[in-house]
């Protein structure tokens, strides 16, 4: 059974950085896929933000990608994200979510996700 | 990026009615490789179609995907109660892997 837990703070200054990490138990970190990120502001929809390979390969939303980067812990089973530079916009529900590399499926699993809030 | 529009924005229905729901894409989705996810209340995202028309593990097969190249569709024959609730369809041929802004099944 593949789990993903998501924690970090739940409360970030403006012009902070929110560093969030994702645990990953019932699959290895190294297997053949791809961990993403998603988020979604209250009331709105899903954004994609980026994904990260065992080998450190990483893709990411043009839209974030000066202010967003994302690793990976082979020791620890988990990958993490790394934002800086916050305003308010920022304020969402944080999912990560696992996508197969050899037979692309979409997400299938999925984090609980975890509530953000930008403000002083 | 490919910009994925879905529609209607709201649909109201009644349950055992069937519902169609349509995701459109600014250029050709490669190899059809489209989702669509149910979302609840508080709940992440869950995974029904992939590859546009293939069920995810224990997904009833009321729900039904078709399409290919830039126009999609997600039909649930007969809905029931636990229907009624948000969709999107997302591309993943392609970084960055967009989703559409969703459709919201209320009840009628």
């Known amino acids: 059974q593949v789990q993903l837990q998501e924690s970090g703070p739940g409360l970030v200054k403006p012009s902070g950085t929110l560093s969030l990490t994702c645990t990953v138990s019932?699959?290895?970190?190294?297997?053949?896929?791809?961990w993403s990120w998603v988020r979604q502001p209250p009331g709105k929809g899903l954004e994609w933000i980026g994904e990260?390979?065992?080998?450190?390969?990483?893709n990411y939303n043009p839209s974030l990608m000066s202010r967003v980067s994302l690793s990976v812990d082979k020791s620890k089973n988990e990958f993490s994200l790394k934002m800086t530079s916050l305003t308010a916009a920022d304020t969402a529900v944080y999912y990560c979510?696992?996508?197969?590399?050899?037979?692309?499926?979409?997400?299938?699993?999925w984090g609980q996700g975890t509530l953000v809030t930008v403000s002083s | 990026d490919i910009v994925l529009t879905q529609s209607p924005g709201t649909l109201s229905l009644s349950p055992g009615e069937r519902a169609t729901l349509s995701c459109r894409a600014s250029?050709?989705?490669?190899?059809?490789?489209l989702a669509w996810y149910q979302q609840r209340p508080g709940q992440p995202p869950r995974l029904l179609i992939y590859g546009a028309s293939s069920r995810a593990t224990g997904i009833p097969d009321r729900f039904s995907g078709s399409g290919s190249g830039t126009d999609f569709t997600l039909t649930i024959s007969r809905l029931e109660p636990e229907d009624f609730a948000l969709y999107f369809c997302?591309?993943?041929?392609?970084?960055?892997?967009?989703f559409g802004q969703g459709t919201r099944l209320e009840i009628k």
């Open positions: 250029q050709s989705v490669a190899s059809s490789f």
């Open positions: 997302q591309q993943y041929g392609t970084s960055p892997r967009t």
């Open positions: 019932g699959d290895s970190i190294s297997s053949s896929n791809w």
């Open positions: 979510a696992r996508t197969s590399n050899l037979m692309p499926t979409g997400y299938e699993y």
């Open positions: 990260v390979f065992h080998t450190g390969d990483t």
